[in-house]
């Protein structure tokens, strides 16, 4: 794999990434009618995400790269399923609420990650990240109490979700960090595909909605897949408070985008959606600066 060492290069490259996981709703906006083909988009984005990486792997690794699937183990097995649930329940949740409260509930997951490890492998945590929980978690809170609606409420419950399944991914890796992290990622787009292949043949769906919300399916899995690749590139070289404050930029990017008049969406968010997320923008910026006096680096690989 190609290895960023300079923070110089690595910043643009990890904040490309960024950008490029930024367009994912605005590409769920302009798909037809998508709360009525949700399956559809599930199996269409898991099967490009799993072909993809494949490929990606095989010119990384060469032709023995499937041993890597036989390295996945028990850890990898639940990663990439809370993955997969992350990816499934996304577009639940982007269906039945704002661009925004789903970005900025994904944008909590450092906090369910740090809760997570706490509570299943021990790890501690300090006064410090205890205080920038409490205030995310009053964020998430006010923008609950702004989605009073039932159909906004799941909107939410989902977007939560989702971000719960990216943090026992991520919290997968931690448990043993010897996990290949792209195939288990291509191991979340095989049980998306397998577990919507279920639903429409259970429910006597089609697997194919129209060509064109198709190739929107399958643009939304190669935006997750290039920006992975770059974001894993790029890592290595960046602290983990700086990964997580450009990480922002997919949250920022994804609500700019609906909102900019440009695109044709006009998604103002909420003022409740305004005021938790600010809550929730502040207690990232203070857990990163947490990060930074640590020194942590983090990477996918």
Not at 216 to 224: D, K, M, Q, R
Request: hydrophobic residues 55%; proline residues 3%.
């Amino acid at each position: 794999m190609i290895e960023l060492r300079s923070p110089k290069i690595s910043i643009p490259v990890v904040l490309f990434a960024g950008l490029l996981w930024s367009f994912g709703p605005l590409v769920v906006r302009y798909m037809d009618n998508p709360q009525l083909v949700p399956w559809q988009y599930i199996f269409g984005r898991g099967l490009t995400i799993f072909i993809l990486l494949n490929l990606y792997l095989f010119f990384e690794e060469g032709k023995n790269f499937y041993k890597n699937y036989f390295k996945i183990g028990l850890s990898g097995m639940i990663g990439g399923a809370g993955l997969g649930v992350a990816m499934i329940t996304f577009i639940y949740s982007i269906t039945n609420t704002s661009a925004a409260v789903t970005l900025l509930c994904l944008a909590a997951m450092p906090f369910f990650t740090a809760l997570l490890a706490f509570l299943f492998l021990k790890e501690k945590i300090s006064l410090n990240v205890w205080i920038s929980i409490v205030i995310a978690t009053a964020g998430i809170l006010i923008m609950a109490l702004g989605n009073t609606s039932e159909k906004s409420l799941i909107g939410f419950v989902f977007g939560l979700t989702a971000s719960i399944g990216f943090s026992v991914f991520s919290v997968t890796l931690r448990w043993r960090k010897e996990t290949p992290k792209f195939t288990t990622v291509a191991f979340a787009g095989f049980f998306c595909v397998v577990f919507s292949s279920i639903a429409i043949i259970t429910n006597d769906l089609v697997f194919f909605s129209s060509s064109y919300n198709g190739t929107l399916f399958s643009l939304h899995g190669t935006l997750v897949c290039f920006g992975l690749i770059l974001y894993s590139i790029g890592s290595k070289a960046i602290p983990a408070a700086e990964l997580t404050l450009l990480s922002l930029t997919e949250v920022v990017g994804g609500i700019f985008w609906v909102w900019l008049p440009l695109f044709g969406i006009n998604e103002v968010p909420t003022t409740n959606t305004i005021i938790g997320g600010f809550f929730l923008f502040v207690s990232i910026i203070y857990y990163s600066l947490i990060m930074r006096w640590n020194k942590r680096y983090i990477a996918l690989n």
